[in-house]
């Protein structure tokens, strides 16, 4: 897609895909459960207040910011081209599929997924960060991949995060975003994968609560939200 991505549009996929499973006839397991039921608008933002200009992301880049929720990390990686949507499909825990938005911004090449790995639920977190983008070949002999350095699990963010290593079993969750072309600005619109954040929670809600709140941990962020590099976000920052 280019430009704006609307809910609409995503919910257009989802009708497209099924008719054409249908036609093939194949049953596809396509549900609308893992979109945000009430999604926020959460305008990208720097340290000064300023909106992060999409225009300024360099290929490569990448910014941390949290989505949808208070405690829920988000990885924006600015891709060398814009991705090739038309056909690919995101997976999570419960097994729905979606036809992934694909890329937005001037280039079409802006994403972003939940920094959280679909395996073991490591994360991102602003004391260490397991879940990182890398332009140089990994460890595990990819190049311009998304890596969890817990357990090995590697991601490629030009198809909606479909798992290329590891025993991650389904893509990364994905936030939606919307460009803005009149101020070249970027807000936070959806999140497809939302199943994975109950999972995250009950994993981790001592933490979570100790560090954002008991009370808000689990709010839904709106308005303006920090969005930083890794090394800003992080404390220690894995490579692997």
């Known amino acids: ?14 009708g497209k895909t099924a008719l054409a499973a249908a036609a093939a006839e194949v049953v596809p397991s396509v549900a609308l459960a893992h979109l945000l039921e009430t999604p926020t608008r959460a305008r990208l933002v720097d340290a000064d207040g300023a909106p992060i ?12 910011f ?29 097994k729905h599929s979606v ?36 332009a140089g070949k990994n460890s595990y002999g990819f190049e311009k991949s998304i890596s969890c350095c817990a357990h090995g699990s590697v991601y490629d963010p030009s198809q909606g995060a479909k798992v290329v290593n590891g025993p991650a079993q389904y893509n990364l969750a994905s936030i939606v975003l919307e460009h803005n072309p009149n101020d070249d600005s970027l807000t936070a619109v959806d999140a497809i994968g939302t199943e994975i954040y109950a999972k995250f929670y009950k994993s981790f809600r001592k933490k979570l609560r100790n560090e954002y709140g008991r009370k808000t941990y689990r709010s839904q962020v709106e308005g303006d939200i920090l969005a930083l590099s890794a090394a800003a976000y992080s404390k220690d920052v894995l490579h692997c």
Not at 53 to 64: E, F, G, I, M
């Open 1 to 14: 897609m280019t430009g704006q991505i609307s809910r609409r549009g995503l919910i257009q996929a989802c």
């Open 53 to 64: 200009k999409a225009s300024d992301l360099k290929p490569h880049d990448t910014l941390l």
């Open 66 to 94: 949290n989505y949808p929720f208070t405690a829920t990390p988000v990885m924006l990686v600015a891709l060398e081209d814009a991705p090739a949507a038309d056909g690919v499909m995101t997976t999570d825990a419960e």
């Open 99 to 134: 036809a992934w938005p694909g890329g937005t911004g001037p280039d079409n090449n802006l994403v972003a997924y939940a920094a959280i790995c679909a395996h073991s639920l490591s994360f991102t977190g602003h004391e260490t960060s397991f879940v990182n983008y890398s």
